[in-house]
T-cell receptor, first 114, second 113 residues
């Protein structure tokens, strides 16, 4: 019940296209859903995050869509650029005795072809 | 510049040796975390600490130990009991343990020969 399942494992998109990464969770007590971006050899960095009181959050070309009833959330990257090529992780946290520790998905390696 | 510093960036050790990875933060954050990253498995939590002199096991604590004697430091020791220690280790911190937003260091890659 603590798992976060992420798909696809890898994704290749042409420059200018839309990249879509999906995540599903089981624990209904989760109340914070961030996405992290990681470049090779670096630590992950927070990209965008959402809480369940909204269904969508947009920051520039990055959008999180959140479906509370389906217990799913997704990251959309509009007008994908070669510089977006990285590994993306979804995560979730919250619930009783919340310690702030994040449960991460397995990661998606995105390659944007020029 | 505020941030999290991990050292060393690369470390090679022989099987059976204990190694200690350093993590220092100057963000004045209360909570600190150690994650292990393996290809295709995401980030898995090893240990976390919400305050000084206190820490809890994460999901894969076996074969690891930590200490939190100072707010800014959270070293991780990979002991000889860890069966498969070769991995990329990430240290992170957050302002408080319940905020959810983590700031990561650049990681330490440990290779056991």
């Amino acid at each position: 019940q603590q798992q976060v399942k992420q798909s696809p494992q890898s994704l290749i998109v042409q420059k200018g296209g839309i990249s879509i990464i999906n995540c599903a969770y089981e624990n209904t007590a989760f109340d914070y859903f961030p996405w992290y971006q990681q470049f090779p050899g670096k630590g992950p960095a927070l990209l965008i995050a959402i809480r369940p009181d909204v269904s969508e959050k947009k920051e520039g070309r990055f959008t999180i869509s959140f479906n509370k009833s389906a217990k799913q959330f997704s990251l959309h990257i509009m007008d994908s650029q070669p510089g977006d090529s990285a590994t993306y992780f979804c995560a979730a946290s919250g619930g009783s005795g919340n310690t702030g520790k994040l449960i991460f998905g397995q990661g998606t390696t995105l390659q944007v072809k020029p | 510049d505020g941030g999290i510093t991990q050292s060393p960036k690369y470390l090679f050790r022989k099987e059976g040796q204990n190694v200690t990875l350093s993590c220092e933060q100057n963000l004045n954050h209360d909570a600190m975390y150690w994650y292990r990253q393996d290809p295709g498995q995401g980030l898995r939590l090893i240990y976390y600490s919400q305050i000084v002199n206190d820490f809890q096991k994460g999901d894969i604590a076996e074969g690891y130990s930590v200490s939190r004697e100072k707010k800014e430091s959270f070293p991780l020791t990979v002991t000889s009991a860890q069966k498969n220690p070769t991995a990329f280790y990430l240290c992170a911190s957050s302002i408080h343990s319940y905020t959810g937003e983590l700031f990561f260091g650049e990681g330490s890659r440990l290779t056991v020969l």
